[in-house]
């Protein structure tokens, strides 16, 4: 039996050595890859050193992966030799010995310098990361020859495969629309429920068009030049709008908006003229069909303006939406009373709800916390032709989705009233005709 070049308690010890740092190599590439992102730029932007240190070990991952690595596997091979040394010389060579102490060995090598670590750095990835990014920082520079040599290969390797591991290391890592809403909403338990709800209203401005929320153009409400002007002066006078549009003869010849705090001087002369209305009306702001909502928000900022008259591509007015429109969008209605929130929606004492047919169906969903179809139609009267598939008819009921709607009144060949309810759970039906 060969002698030991050391004493027995001595391996031992170096072997223990060896098995605590194999664990926080295995620990500190765990937990160097389980860190934050955005926490660990956060930190670091606020003076963390440590954070700081481990943002620029994970500028280059293939460098602090291959340094951890090495460093790992020359710790395993030092210990794997020892024990090697050890068994030997106190068991002998036999078959029994030769096979059953490396499976002893790589259990306790997994058990205790793998999972235990990493399952701990999983867990507590900065406990693990930001001590030991102070460690790596010098470790890489005595290293760096041989992570070098390392690294070169595996980036050629790599390249076979078409992916550039340096150039890759240096993009920020960007979330998409998708992924930040899964972001926010899996921060519920860290910001107030109505701060999550105004988050996730601010990303969906992006999937939502200025035809979306605008005021259809025949509720615009307005003035007409061609109209007598004592009818105009009344009009003045009674308006519970604070803002007017102005026209000649047709909406589409519109001429300005008009703010009713510029009128009250004028309805004090005696001598109101209609070009003295129109000389204080603010010129028109346009805005084409179509247009984000986040974009909209954006360009009401930068014209310094609060309406915008919406229209297609041939200039014809289709609508009007506000800067109101859109904020209500992020905040939800700044009443909780459904009447008051909208005057196109009734409340009924069996649970239904009277809708006026040009209300649109962002508005009805809003409202009441439904989910009817909006890829489609912007009006609930253009969503029950679009069902019918022809013009709508009193006493007559349809059910989409699950919300049945029942068509009350009907005037110029569209819908001016209905009553919607939820479908009951029961048979799927199509169609209900009405008695």
Avoid: C
Avoid at 83 to 108: C, Q, R, Y
Avoid at 255 to 276: C, E, P, S, V
Avoid at 286 to 308: A, C, D, K, S, Y
Wanted: avoid cysteine.
């Amino acid at each position: 039996m060969d002698e030991l070049p050391l004493s027995t308690g001595t391996l031992l010890g170096a072997l223990a050595i060896l098995l605590v740092l194999s664990a926080l190599f295995s620990a500190t590439e765990t937990g160097m890859m389980a860190l934050n992102r955005y926490r660990l730029r956060h930190l670091a932007n606020s003076g963390h050193r440590s954070a700081r240190r481990a943002q620029q070990l994970l500028a280059r991952p293939d460098r602090l992966i291959g340094v951890i690595l090495i460093g790992n596997n020359l710790v395993n091979v030092g210990a794997t030799f020892i024990f090697s040394l050890l068994v030997t010389h106190h068991f002998g060579e036999s078959p029994t010995v030769l096979i059953a102490a490396p499976v002893a060995f790589t259990v306790a090598l997994i058990l205790f310098s793998e999972v235990t670590p990493k399952t701990f750095a999983v867990s507590r990835p900065e406990h693990v990361a930001f001590p030991m990014a102070w460690v790596l920082k010098p470790l890489l520079r005595v290293l760096s020859p041989l992570v070098w040599l390392t690294n070169a290969f595996s980036n050629n390797l790599l390249r076979l495969f078409g992916i550039n591991a340096a150039s890759d290391a240096g993009r920020p890592q960007q979330l998409s629309p998708e992924e930040l809403r899964t972001v926010v909403h899996e921060a519920s338990g860290l910001i107030p429920e109505t701060h999550q709800k105004m988050l996730l209203n601010i990303l969906d401005l992006e999937e939502i068009t200025v035809e979306d929320i605008m005021v259809p153009r025949n509720e615009i409400a307005g003035i007409d030049l061609d109209d007598d002007l004592d009818r105009i002066v009344e009009q003045l006078r009674r308006s519970q709008h604070t803002r007017l549009a102005v026209w000649k003869g047709d909406i589409n010849n519109l001429l300005g908006i008009l703010h009713l705090r510029k009128t009250n001087a004028l309805l004090m002369q005696k001598d109101i003229t209609k070009a003295a209305i129109l000389a204080i009306a603010a010129e028109p702001y346009f805005v084409p069909e179509g247009t984000p909502l986040h974009t909209q928000l954006l360009n009401f900022r930068q014209v310094r303006r609060r309406i915008g008259i919406v229209v297609d591509e041939y200039g014809d007015v289709q609508g009007l939406v506000t800067l109101e429109d859109i904020l209500e969008e992020i905040v939800g209605e700044f009443t909780t009373n459904v009447a008051q929130a909208t005057p196109d929606i009734h409340p009924e004492a069996d649970g239904s709800f009277l809708i006026e047919g040009t209300a649109s169906i962002r508005e009805i969903n809003r409202t009441l916390n439904w989910d009817l179809p909006t890829d489609g139609p912007k009006t609930l009267n253009g969503l029950v032709i679009e069902e019918l598939e022809a013009m709508p008819e009193s006493n007559v009921s349809v059910r989409i989705a699950d919300y049945v709607i029942e068509i009350l009144r009907v005037e110029e060949n569209r819908v001016h009233t209905a009553r919607l309810r939820r479908h009951r759970p029961g048979p799927q039906r199509d169609w209900i005709d009405g008695q």
